[in-house]
């Protein structure tokens, strides 16, 4: 299911000659994680973890690689890296939209600011829009609970929102960078 992003821009999974897992992480990844590890299944969160930190998601690509790294299975890799939302299974938009979903947020509002943001980008929560400009996901309690609804935009904080407020927010975030995708 999430192997592939389900937009309407058709992405398609991911293949290319470069291999995610290279020999510089694998090498690393034998020093250190391996031998701290009973099994090959337990070494599989740290190695999730090195390959995300180095391209920021895991593609099926990458997946594939580290089952055969660990000699575990494609389907181990993917329920346990599907399990953690610290996990990345689709490409992270250039912008990162983390709207505030817990009880104080809820309370005050959030459902309209969350529909108010899917209706602007056209995208559901968990989604990338075409342009590969914004990311939308709702997480757990921001810490803001007394500015209620609060929303993360990349690494600014905005708080007391209402949705036109942020819709405002997302007009003012610097413009996109070419070439990213
Ligand atoms: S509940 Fe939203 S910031 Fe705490």
């Known amino acids: 299911m999430a192997w592939i992003t389900k937009n309407s821009a058709g992405t398609k999974i991911e293949r290319r000659a470069t291999p995610y897992l290279d020999e510089p992480t694998k090498a690393r990844l034998r020093a250190d994680i391996l031998p701290r590890y009973e099994t090959r299944l337990g070494a599989l ?8 930190h ?61 529909e108010a943001i899917k209706q602007r980008l056209g995208i559901d929560v968990g989604e990338t829009t075409p342009d590969g400009k914004w990311t939308l996901i709702e997480v757990e309690c921001l810490g803001s609970c007394g500015s209620a609804p609060a929303m993360l935009v990349d690494e600014t904080l905005h708080e007391w929102l209402t949705p036109a407020e942020a819709l405002k927010k997302l007009d003012q975030a610097p413009a996109a960078h070419h070439g990213h995708h």
Not at 45 to 52: C, N, R
Not at 98 to 107: G, L, N, P, T
């Open 45 to 52: 969160l740290p190695t999730l973890h090195a390959v995300q």
């Open 54 to 114: 180095q391209h920021g998601w895991l593609p099926p690509q990458a997946l594939l690689e580290i089952a055969e790294f660990l000699q575990i299975t494609p389907a181990e890799v993917y329920d346990t890296a599907s399990f953690y939302e610290e996990y990345w299974l689709k490409p992270k938009g250039e912008h990162l939209i983390a709207v505030c979903r817990s009880i104080a947020c809820e309370f005050c509002g959030q459902p309209q600011i969350t």
